[in-house]
C-alpha cells in the first residue's frame, strides 16, 4: 500500500541552529514529492517540491530537501532556523497520473530562543 | 487573484445539523479538492474533482457530499453533522495539466459538532 509516514511528531530546536525533517513514502514508482509548511491558524504554504532532475532542491525560506531514491526518503533541511519557522510542516506525495496527494501526519517544530 | 477562499472560517454545529462550506478558486483549476486535518493524521483527502460536473470519492467520503456545477465552486456538504466531523476543513485546487499534483491551498474553516 502507498503510505508517506514522518517518524518525528515534534521536534524542538534553538533559533540559529540547523533542522532536519524526515519523509519516508512507499510508492510503486518514482513520486512526486512536496514539502509544505502551516503556521498556527493558518492554510498551508507550499515550500518546495521534486518532479525529476537534481536530487537537491531549493525551496522559499531557505529550506532545501534531497531526494535519495535508495532510501525512499525526501528530507527537508534548514541551516539556521528563525523563530518564524515554528510551524507544522508536512510531506506530500502524488503521482504523475493521479491528481490525488497523500500527506504525511506532520511534524510540529518549536523553536526555541 | 485571491487564490483559494473558504467560508466560513468557524463554524459550530448541533449533531444531525446539516451545512455547506463554499470554497471557490479563480485560477480557472480544473481540479479541486476537499482534506479535512486531525491532529496526528496529516490532511486526507474526502472528495475531489476533475472538472465541473465530475466528482470522486477520497480517502474519508462518508457523511460528505460534493457537487461541482462550475470551474470556480466546489461546495462540501454535511448532510446530518456528527461530533465526528470536528475537524479543520481545507479546500484546494490544481491545475490538470503544467505543475504536476502541486496543489493550492485556502485558508481552512474549522467546524465544530456539539
Known amino acids: 500500500a502507498q503510505s508517506v509516514t514522518q517518524p518525528d511528531i515534534h521536534i524542538t530546536v534553538s533559533e540559529g541552529a540547523s533542522l532536519e525533517l524526515r519523509c519516508n513514502y512507499s510508492?510503486?514508482?518514482?513520486?512526486?514529492l512536496f514539502w509544505y509548511v502551516q503556521s498556527p491558524g493558518q492554510g498551508l504554504q507550499l515550500l518546495l517540491k521534486?518532479?525529476?532532475?537534481?536530487?537537491l532542491v531549493q525551496g522559499i525560506k531557505g529550506f532545501e530537501a534531497e531526494f535519495k531514491r535508495s532510501q525512499s526518503s525526501f528530507n527537508l533541511r534548514k541551516p539556521s532556523v528563525h523563530w518564524s519557522d515554528a510551524a507544522e510542516y508536512f510531506c506530500?506525495?502524488?503521482?504523475?497520473?493521479?491528481?490525488?496527494?497523500?500527506f504525511g501526519a506532520g511534524t510540529t517544530v518549536t523553536v526555541r530562543a | 487573484n485571491a487564490g483559494v477562499t473558504q467560508t466560513p472560517k468557524f463554524q459550530v454545529l448541533k449533531t444531525g445539523q446539516s451545512m455547506t462550506l463554499q470554497c471557490a478558486q479563480d485560477?480557472?483549476?480544473?481540479?479541486m479538492s476537499w482534506y479535512r486535518q486531525d491532529p496526528g493524521m496529516g490532511l486526507r483527502l474526502i472528495h475531489y474533482?476533475?472538472?465541473?460536473?465530475?466528482?470522486d470519492q477520497g480517502e474519508v467520503p462518508n457523511g460528505y457530499n460534493v457537487s461541482r456545477s462550475t470551474t470556480e465552486d466546489f461546495p462540501l456538504r454535511l448532510l446530518s453533522a456528527a461530533p465526528s466531523q470536528t475537524s479543520v476543513y481545507f479546500c484546494?485546487?490544481?491545475?490538470?495539466?503544467?505543475?504536476?499534483?502541486?496543489?493550492?491551498f485556502g485558508p481552512g474553516t474549522r467546524l465544530t459538532v456539539l
Open positions: 484546494a485546487s490544481s491545475p490538470l495539466a503544467g505543475l504536476g499534483n502541486e496543489q493550492f
Open positions: 510508492y510503486g514508482a518514482t513520486p512526486y
Open positions: 521534486y518532479f525529476s532532475g537534481d536530487t
Open positions: 506530500a506525495v502524488g503521482l504523475s497520473n493521479d491528481y490525488k496527494l497523500s
Open positions: 485560477m480557472n483549476h480544473e481540479y
Open positions: 474533482s476533475v472538472g465541473a460536473g465530475i466528482t
